[in-house]
């Protein structure tokens, strides 16, 4: 139990008034990560509670205004589109960590390993011998309507066989506790640097709190992934020249890019400078042409390369696929990796993995209804007003109806829409996932959160113990995604 | 390095350096105006704008505030500070991670003081704090530059933008100034002709440094001499190309291939002709020409540069 020994104040120690704090706190069904149903504390949480309550409210808003700055200076923002000037906004966040224990951690670990492993198999089988296909475990008819499926891909030897090296897979906590998984990210996952800059800020503000709790470390991530770079590199280049491609300045997330190239020690390259001669990448220096080897795309499969994606697009490089094709660069995460990731394809996960590995998923599905089948989209079109419906093919919070909160007027064009598209759209109940205490002005209140681990697949898998848990910052809100405001906190894994 | 964070670096450094210089020579023809001289207003400000470059759109009509504020706030004017202190950011922004935290924050702070709601009423306030609160953000920013960075070749481009610029900047002033200074007699000026020296000194923030060298007496022939072939003061026109040539000379270090040639022979020549030259030989011939000459050198490096570094074609960088 020393790891959750209070951090002794200094001064006589008066019994907690867990009224005052807790005056704003509403328990009801949903899951709490921090109390019981019956009020109490749970156990890791309770230095927590005890070092909150014991600190003056003055030292505390120090505290938070001092991690503010922090983030600040740092210039740790994200860009929100169609403003003329100031477009930089910082990234919200919240001081108050998100605790796991090592056995919810450890489910999860094993969880992820599994089903990372098994979509690997799956993109390597659709897009090679097609056995799930053929054995009608998951419909041809949705692999080839996926708008992420990409033909170019068939046939072709990828390094290593891995298409997806880097993942953000998106989980929540059910009423019963029980971590399922959401959303599978298998495209281009961003989030890791938030994840690694609010441990930084963290550290600084809760220093004793921190080293009292035993909390796994985290700060590897870059250079895990630098390693699960290198080791995709093509046969015969043992020191590869690996570079991240950014779409550039003006993207969402080129905070991020210019953290993580930094931070590994690599060249932050835009299409613009890639140039391709007898299908190999060339990046322009000022030392003449230099070969590329490995590339961490950022930039969407539409945008990578006009000659064989969109032909309107100037943020990729042209020649880069037929490159790829040849074996002369790794590319990664692959081309089409989003077929897997598709929210229609998610149902059939636990499919998936029973096929590839003969196993039951460690970590579940949230129940999805596929609009496709008859009796599922009835019933769905019927109970507009209790399910979520979404877009199968966006993210970010984008193209989705959340039934009990919609109007008339959206459930009408809703339905409309699901009748004209029905493989367009999936169901799935209003979730009443876990909500985590935030800090508003001194008082604790509770918010909804999920939380996002993520996973490199290189020589093996590895998954940094943490992750990014993202916070529905609005009283009621159950959208997490920074583009709809939410923010984040710091996720401890305790030892 | 990339050749586009090079580039992007090498336009931010200019872009800083062309604030710099519109900022001195706009104080310093507004300080002039006060005296009344023999130089009217409209003289004055039809060489302000010939000596940085005839900007396009800008005209002087008459108005001392619309042309100030043309000269600082205005977004389509490319000289004025708003718009090199913007561009300068932007170059910055998309090179965010070959720059250190300091540099970064330094840039931002100055171009969020521009781009302030208050900075329009802060300038009429009290122009002269405005103008030296801008010069001192940009020294800021080069005092962590050269504190902060690795001096590698990132650095060198930053150098290579600054002392190109500014060795422009300054053979242009000199071309549009030379005429009327040559005309002044050699001693014994009246008041008026002595603020006018002054001035022209301080448009290189050289006053000083003038002083320390030939005293306060000032000839017209000494000032040529001082700010085109003195070797120790960083706005001499000598020193600036001097500095040219080391950071070329770094740059081509750091890299692998054969040296460019061309851009050597550029450099090396501009540099001879500055280190080599009396400024009687200058004075004898024909200096108009002479500061000509070195301009359209400037511009040649230039285009070497780019040529060699930064826009050089596919077919040729593969033949290596």
């Known amino acids: 139990m020393s790891a959750h020994k209070p951090v002794p104040s200094g001064t006589e120690e008066e019994p907690i008034d867990y009224a005052r704090l807790f005056r704003d706190y509403q328990l009801d069904g949903a899951f709490d990560e921090m109390r019981t149903p019956d009020g109490g504390i749970r156990p890791e949480y309770q230095a927590l509670i005890e070092t909150l309550a014991r600190l003056p409210h003055e030292e505390l808003m120090r505290r938070k205004q001092s991690a503010d700055l922090s983030f600040l200076t740092q210039g740790i923002t994200f860009t929100v589109y169609g403003r003329d000037e100031g477009t930089e906004r910082i990234f919200p966040y919240d001081l108050l960590p998100r605790l796991i224990s090592a056995s919810e951690w450890d489910r999860i670990e094993r969880g992820l390993t599994q089903r990372i492993t098994a979509l690997n198999h799956f993109l390597r089988d659709v897009y090679g011998e097609g056995k799930i296909l053929a054995d009608r475990v998951v419909p041809a008819e949705m692999v080839y309507s996926c708008k992420h499926y990409r033909r170019q891909m068939c046939g072709l030897e990828v390094p290593r066989n891995v298409y997806i090296a880097v993942v953000g897979t998106d989980l929540l906590r059910l009423n019963t506790g029980e971590f399922v998984v959401l959303e599978d990210n298998l495209r281009v996952p961003s989030g890791v640097s938030y994840m690694l800059t609010n441990r930084r800020v963290m550290k600084r503000t809760f220093p004793q709190l921190f080293h009292s709790y035993g909390v796994r470390p985290i700060e590897h991530y870059p250079q895990l992934l630098l390693s699960t770079l290198r080791s995709l590199a093509p046969e015969g280049r043992p020191e590869p020249n690996i570079v991240l491609l950014t779409p550039g300045v003006y993207n969402s997330a080129y905070f991020e890019h210019t953290y993580l190239a930094r931070q590994m020690g690599i060249d932050l390259v835009e299409g613009r400078d890639l140039v391709t001669h007898d299908n190999i990448v060339y990046m322009r220096t000022t030392d003449g042409l230099k070969r590329v080897d490995v590339i961490y795309r950022r930039v969407d499969d539409d945008f990578s390369d006009p000659l064989i994606f969109r032909a309107d697009s100037g943020l990729g490089c042209a020649g880069l696929f037929n490159a790829y094709r040849a074996g002369n660069v790794t590319v990664t995460n692959a081309f089409g990796t989003g077929l897997a990731d598709d929210k229609a394809m998610y149902a059939y996960v636990p499919r998936i993995i029973k096929y590839y590995l003969d196993e039951d998923p460690i970590l579940n599905n949230v129940e999805t209804y596929l609009l496709t089948e008859d009796d599922s989209r009835k019933h769905v079109l019927a109970n507009l007003d209790k399910l979520v419906v979404k877009a199968v093919g966006e993210s970010g919070g984008y193209g989705m109806l959340i039934g009990p909160q919609s109007t008339a007027k959206q459930r009408e064009e809703f339905a409309r829409a699901i009748e004209a598209n029905p493989r367009n759209y999936i169901a799935q109940p209003t979730l009443d996932f876990s909500r985590a205490p935030c800090l508003f002005g001194g008082q604790m209140e509770p918010r909804h959160v999920d939380l996002r681990p993520y996973i490199l697949f290189g020589d093996k898998v590895n998954i940094v113990p943490g992750g990014l848990t993202r916070v529905a910052l609005e009283k009621g809100s159950l959208v997490v995604n920074s583009s709809q405001g939410g923010g984040s906190k710091d996720t401890w894994i305790l030892e | ?320």
């Open chain 2, 1 to 320: 390095m990339l050749s586009r964070v090079a580039d992007s670096l090498y336009w931010m450094s200019r872009y800083l350096e062309r604030a710099e210089n519109t900022v001195r020579q706009l104080d310093v023809t507004m300080s002039l105006l006060l005296d009344s001289s023999e130089t009217t207003a409209d003289t004055r400000w039809n060489r302000l704008l010939t000596s940085l470059g005839n900007p396009r759109g800008v005209k002087w009509q008459g108005d001392f505030d619309a042309m100030t504020r043309s000269l600082i706030f205005d977004s389509n004017n490319a000289v004025s500070l708003n718009s090199c202190i913007g561009a300068a950011r932007e170059n910055a922004r998309q090179v965010r991670e070959e720059l250190s935290t300091e540099q970064w924050q330094r840039l931002n702070r100055l171009y969020h003081q521009m781009h302030s709601p208050q900075a329009q009423a802060q300038f009429r306030a009290n122009m002269n704090d405005f103008l030296a609160s801008i010069v001192d953000g940009i020294h800021l920013f080069k005092g962590v530059s050269d504190t902060t960075m690795i001096h590698g070749e990132g650095w060198q481009f930053i150098r290579l933008g600054r002392y190109l610029e500014r060795a422009y900047a300054t053979a242009t002033l000199l071309e549009v100034y030379q005429e009327s200074l040559l005309d002044l007699p050699e001693r014994e000026h009246s008041g008026y002709q002595y603020l006018e020296l002054v001035g022209l000194l301080r448009c290189c923030t050289s006053f000083e440094a003038y002083c320390q060298v030939y005293t306060a007496d000032l000839s017209p022939d000494r000032i040529l001499e001082f700010l085109l072939l003195n070797r120790d003061f960083p706005h001499a026109l000598r020193y600036s190309i001097d500095g040219v040539r080391q950071a070329l000379e770094a740059i081509q270090r750091s890299g692998g291939r054969r040296p460019p040639d061309d851009l050597h022979a550029a450099a090396g020549k501009l540099h001879a002709m500055l280190r080599y030259t009396t400024i009687n030989e200058i004075l004898e011939g024909n200096p108009g020409a002479f500061l000509h000459s070195i301009r359209e050198q400037c511009q040649q490096i230039h285009e070497l540069l780019y040529r060699y570094y930064v826009h050089y074609s596919i077919q040729s960088a593969l033949a290596v």
